[in-house]
Structures are given as C-alpha cells and as structure tokens.
Nanobody, 126 residues
Framework: QAHVKESGGGLVQAGGSLRLSCTTS????????MAWFRQASGKEREVVAA????????QIEYSVKDRVAILRDNVNKTVSLQMNSLTPEDTAVYYC???????????????????WGQGTQVTVSS
C-alpha cells in the first residue's frame, strides 16, 4: 500500500528549531505532491507547507513563511519540514500527506490529499 510516515517530533524549548521528516513509499515517487499539516488540541487541522515532488515547487502558509522551509530529498525519497523560532503555539500533531496528481500547481487544501501519515507530536515548552 502507498504510504507516508513522519518522524522527528519531540519536545523543544521555545525559540528552538526542529526538523521533521516524511518518508514515502515507491508507489508515490511519480507525480506526487506532499504537504505538512498540523492540528493542535481542540483546534481544526491547518496547513503548514506543501511541495511538488517532481519539480520542488513549494507553497508555505503565510503566517509561518519566515520560520518554515520545506525541502525534498529525491535520493532518499523524503520530504523535510524545517521549523525555526518555535513557540508554544506551534505545539500540535504534525501530519505528512501525499496527493497523486499531474497538476503543476501545489494546493494547500487538505481535502485534496488522500494519503496521510499517523502524525508526529511536536511540543514546544515555554
């Protein structure tokens, strides 16, 4: 089965940095977009960033664009989310998601992504 899997979550002090990674199965190698979403306790899921696996075109949610970068590693078939200057408001379960598509435009809409990881917890202490 096609799948994605997150890793790299944990506890970090406010102001620190964290890098999350998402590994992909071989079935998702071609024509796939990948994205990171997060969901804090009691809140709705929200997008963080998205990337095209094929051409590395990226979209970053505007509120975190100065603190977040999303990168792909075509050799290891992973996508990383680098987060800097973390605050307690960044505390959430972070999900990696994949979308198989031939479209060039990268979408930030969660409903367009059909394959989801189990999530990795990020906790930022004050």
């Amino acid at each position: 089965q096609a799948h994605v899997k997150e890793s790299g979550g944990g506890l970090v002090q406010a102001g620190g940095s964290l890098r999350l990674s998402c590994t992909t199965s071989a079935q998702l190698f071609d024509r796939v977009h990948m994205a990171w979403f997060r969901q804090a306790s009691g809140k709705e899921r929200e997008v963080v960033a998205a990337i095209s696996w094929t051409n590395s075109l990226t979209q970053i949610e505007y509120s975190v664009k100065d603190r977040v970068a999303i990168l792909r590693d075509n050799v290891n078939k992973t996508v990383s989310l680098q987060m800097n200057s973390l605050t307690p408001e960044d505390t959430a379960v972070y999900y990696c998601a994949a979308r198989e598509t031939s479209e060039l435009t990268v979408t930030l809409r969660a409903r367009e992504y059909g394959i989801w990881g189990q999530g990795t917890q990020v906790t930022v202490s004050s």
